[in-house]
């Protein structure tokens, strides 16, 4: 009986590190990658200009970020449907979930965003409280990006369906492949290298928007090589299908006012920490680059758990899936820890590799600690969460949102910066705060069980 036990175990820990693993090394590599983008930004020669473009990334992202929330809002439908379909044994059912989300996130979202990107770009980066230095350099990055985003929109839909069908593998290589290209890139136009014009940031912006579209060929020509689970035949005419439509509402409309409050409360935060300058906005944003780190190991078992979670209810194993959730949480929560002990003891030197600055070294070492303690609590509640989106349950997740983000964080920003006057390490102690609440909220609904009775159709 031990020995079926033990069996049992090692079993689950090994589909979990199946799903999981390649998504961690994604999203991990994915990371550094940005952080080397950053990184490039951080070692333009001219000192002011370096700062300025750093800051206008920062506030670029935040649109972007809005963006990419509302289209992933979408996707969890899509992945949770598909993991669904999948266990349940309806892989004919993926065709007709993917034209649905495709369609939907560009007409809804992507299309509509990079219109009003286009023409609103220095509007937007001034109510983002950009100051004159940011808005100069960061008005042509910003459109750039914003051309980017819907061939983003398009990878991130497709990326949603494999991986709640399991496929993880797929995602991993088209990514490493297009995030490779883009450091290429913006070596090559943030500098003027071989001879290519010295654009500085706006290179950066150029050089994502290309790699994403060259994502999108590779995933494109898979699909129709069938080199994936899914199968798309373009001569048949796209059919409304009501029930498709019902789950996609049903489990992305919780998970878009979650998204809605959560960027709604980033954008507040982001006013607050602006208000203190270029510089402090600046080590915040190198800050935010390095957490980016840690939130792989949450990110990677919370998509896993998503998906496991997702295919065993729709094989009608509800303790299997639970099983699933909880092994994803403990090995996802070990390596944020060790995360955690690198940003504690090291951070100066990792703030060293964005800048010579003494000032915005020293200040982003003592956030970075505050960063460590975070590590824990991110990583759990963010996997959990993951688990609870697989199976459908989206509304209490808007609720820990809501509560932790758009009025927890935002509250503590405020009264630690512009009432007791602790400056940028305020806004860490805030977000320190808002994730021990998240983190609460969302193993108290995960625990309560009504997560394996939400029925998809």
């Known amino acids: 009986m031990t020995e079926e036990l033990d069996t049992g175990k090692r079993q689950l820990r090994k589909d979990v590190m199946n799903t999981a693993g390649p998504i961690l090394i994604e999203v991990l590599l994915s990371s550094l990658f940005g952080m080397v983008d950053m990184m490039m930004v951080g070692r333009i020669p001219d000192a002011g200009e370096a700062a300025a473009s750093i800051a206008a990334i920062g506030l670029t992202n935040q649109v972007v970020f809005i963006a990419l929330s509302l289209i992933q809002s979408l996707n969890v439908g899509a992945t949770a449907m598909v993991a669904r379909y999948v266990g349940g044994k309806r892989i004919d059912r993926i065709e007709n979930v993917v034209r649905h989300v495709v369609l939907l996130t560009q007409l809804l979202i992507a299309i509509p965003i990079l219109i009003l990107g286009l023409n609103f770009a220095e509007k937007f980066m001034i109510f983002l409280g950009a100051e004159a230095d940011a808005i100069l350099y960061g008005t042509s990055y910003f459109k750039v990006i914003m051309l980017g985003l819907v061939f983003q929109s398009f990878n991130l ?46 290179g950066a912006g150029i050089s994502t928007s290309l790699s994403q579209l060259i994502a999108s ?23 409304f299908n009501k029930d498709i439509m019902y789950n996609l509402v049903k489990i992305g409309v919780p998970a878009s006012l979650e998204q809605i409050a959560f960027r709604v409360g980033i954008l507040l935060f982001v006013r607050i920490v602006a208000s203190l300058g270029t510089v402090a906005y600046a080590t915040h944003q190198i800050g935010l680059n390095i957490l980016n780190l840690s939130f ?12 496991l979670v997702g295919r065993s209810l729709g094989a009608e194993k509800a303790d299997k899936a639970e099983k699933y959730a909880k092994e994803c949480r403990k090995l996802g929560s070990i390596i944020a820890s060790a995360i955690g002990f690198i940003f504690f003891f090291f951070g100066g030197l990792i703030a060293s590799l964005y800048t010579s600055n003494p000032i915005i070294i020293s200040e982003a070492a003592n956030i970075l600690k505050v960063a460590a303690v975070v590590q824990p609590f991110q990583s759990s509640q963010l996997i959990t969460a993951g688990g609870l989106r697989g199976a459908g349950d989206t509304v209490w997740t808007l609720v820990a949102i809501f509560i932790s983000v758009l009025i927890i964080r935002v509250a503590f920003a405020y009264i630690f910066i512009h009432i007791v006057g602790t400056g940028l390490i305020g806004a860490w102690y805030a977000i320190l705060i808002d994730q021990i609440v998240r983190w609460a909220l ?16």
């Open 217 to 239: 060929i590779l995933i494109l020509i898979r699909i129709l090589k069938n080199q994936t689970i899914i199968r798309l035949n373009l001569k048949e005419r796209f059919k």
């Open 442 to 457: 969302v193993l108290f609904r995960f625990r309560t069980g009504k997560w394996k009775y939400v029925h998809i159709r």
């Open 157 to 202: 839909s497709i990326y949603a369906v494999l991986r709640g069908a399991g496929d993880t593998k797929t995602p991993m290589k088209i990514n490493l492949t297009a995030n490779s290209l883009n450091v290429i890139g913006n070596a090559i136009l943030i500098y003027g290298l071989f001879g290519a014009p010295r654009l500085g940031v706006t």
């Open 296 to 307: 792989t190991p949450g990110h990677a078992f919370g998509i896993a758990a998503s998906s």
